[in-house]
């Protein structure tokens, strides 16, 4: 039962006439045990599910290592921090990268991360994009057509 609205009317008209035993007695027939049953059954499922979306939050801020006793301002800043730092890797990046390996052998690969952490491991990761990624700038006209000549950008 999910929609409430005819027994609240009827629960209401037999509240407010108390001497009405016509507003009584369609209340006493549209409530029988089988609708306390599913309403009290309702009435648990929102309580289960509240307690886990209450455990949920709580695993949430001791992943967090947040205040539990705080007023959510710290969690809140972490959220804004998370969203400013998804915004930030959102930014245009390069589409393609060149790979050359310590052989001198060249190939490319199309993910930003594998691209980092190629260039971590100390070999030459060059972009070949049309936008130079975050954190790098082209060499030539802006809105050019054609792979960008793209650098680092130094200090």
Request: contains cysteine; charged residues 25%.
């Amino acid at each position: 039962m999910n929609d409430y609205t005819e027994l609240k009317r009827l629960a209401e008209a037999a509240k407010n006439d108390c001497g009405d035993y016509v507003a009584l007695n369609d209340y006493g027939m549209a409530v029988p045990p089988a609708v306390v049953l599913e309403l009290i059954a309702d009435l648990e499922r929102n309580q289960r599910m509240l307690l886990a979306s209450c455990m949920d939050l709580g695993a949430i801020g001791n992943a967090l290592n947040a205040d539990m006793n705080a007023d959510g301002d710290e969690l809140l800043g972490m959220v804004v921090e998370l969203k400013a730092e998804r915004d930030k890797l959102k930014a245009p990046t390069a589409n393609a990268w060149r790979v050359t390996d310590r052989k001198g052998k060249r190939f490319t690969i199309y993910h930003q991360v594998l691209a980092e952490a190629i260039a971590d491991l100390g070999l030459t990761v060059t972009p070949m994009c049309d936008v130079p990624p975050y954190g790098w700038e082209c060499s030539r006209d802006k809105g050019h057509t054609g792979p960008c000549a793209a650098s680092e950008v130094t200090p």
